[in-house]
């Protein structure tokens, strides 16, 4: 396992090093706001609201991280950290790209592991001034004690898998 995340270490640093020497990086901020859908037992519909910041990697690739508050039951607080990749559309200012990440999501009995996909494109309404359409799907691993069963036995683990659909929009704003 630790001569696994030293290689990923290794790679990041050399691809962020060659791509930052190449070209002028960026950075974006920004806020998100939409639907949460829980697609899962019990499943509805919830606000979703929160800041976002990435990094440009190069014109084409970009990291970052988002942190959502949820108003569903519980009201979960998402962590993602993701990986963007934007697509060139000749003669267009439009951004489209594709994403995934990993995150944790805080709620009652938590932290859960989050895996995100998904995409969306960037629209330009003045100079460096986006708004987004995103869709994110994926699954929230979950798991929770039953309790103490009496008489000092140890209370049973059960684990779970929801499915989750995130429809945003927001702000970005590329600054140079």
Known sequence: MKKYLVTVLILFTIIVTDTSIAQKNKWVVGGK????????????????????????LNKNMAIGSEFTLNT???????????????????????????????????VTGGPFFTILFGGGANFPIAKNLYIPAELQIGPVFYSYST??????????????????????????????
Do not use: C
């Not at 706001?33 to 440009?56: C, F, H, K, R, W």
């Not at 990986?83 to 489209?96: A, E, H, L």
């Not at 036995?153 to 927001?170: D, E, H, K, L, P």
């Open 72 to 106: 569903s039951v519980g009201t979960p607080v998402g962590w993602v950290n993701y990986f963007k990749y934007y697509f060139d559309v000749r003669g267009s200012k439009i951004k489209p790209y594709a994403h995934s990440g990993l995150g944790l999501v805080f």
């Open 147 to 176: 309790g103490v069963q009496g008489f000092g036995f140890a209370s049973q683990s059960v684990s779970n898998t929801r499915f989750i659909i995130n429809i945003t929009s927001g702000i970005r704003y590329y600054i140079n």
């Open 33 to 56: 706001i939409g639907m949460n859908i829980d697609a899962g037992t019990g499943g509805g519909v919830a606000l979703q609201i929160g800041p976002v910041g990435e990094y440009s």
